[in-house]
């Protein structure tokens, strides 16, 4: 008997583009075709925009190819967070430190239990 649930939790997957590196590479095939008619209905030299909408398509999902074989399904994600995380953390004084040390102890001794709230 077959499973009817077979793919469910498995990213999408279409000729060797894994999960968002296949959106990426639809948004780029979608954005040259746009190109394409922008260039077109500004009566440009048709060669040439047939050229630049092939290069910039044929390169553009050549790299999302490369970089999902490179980097896998999540590899454009893990790219994101690294590049949004700062190089480096710089305190120009020593007040954050210092206020780590303020944190408040209790005051009842070992033993003893506390005796309810006060103010």
Same mark, same amino acid.
Request: positive net charge; proline residues 4%.
């Given at each position: 008997?077959?499973?009817? =649930? ?9 000729? %060797?583009?894994?999960? =968002? ?6 948004? *780029? ?15 440009? =030299?048709?060669?040439? *925009? +047939?050229?630049?909408?092939? +290069? ?9 190819? $490369?970089?999902?074989?490179?980097? %896998?399904?999540? %590899?454009? +994600? ?6 949004? !995380?700062?190089?480096? *953390? *710089? ?7 210092? !206020?780590?040390?303020?944190?408040? $102890? ?10 309810? =709230?006060?103010?």
């Amino acid at each position: 008997m077959l499973e009817i =649930n077979k793919g469910i939790g498995k990213p999408v997957e279409l000729k %060797g583009l894994k999960g =968002n590196y296949l959106y990426l590479a639809v948004g *780029i095939v979608f954005c040259s075709l746009l190109l394409a008619l922008i260039l077109y209905g500004l009566r440009a =030299n048709t060669y040439l *925009i +047939t050229v630049v909408v092939l +290069t910039i398509t044929l390169g553009g999902v050549w790299y999302c190819m $490369r970089m999902s074989a490179k980097h %896998g399904v999540w %590899g454009l +994600t893990k790219q994101e967070a690294t590049h949004s !995380q700062p190089k480096a *953390i *710089i305190f120009s004084s020593a007040k954050p430190f210092a !206020q780590l040390r303020e944190t408040k $102890r209790p005051s009842h001794r070992k033993g003893t239990a506390p005796t309810g =709230n006060r103010k």
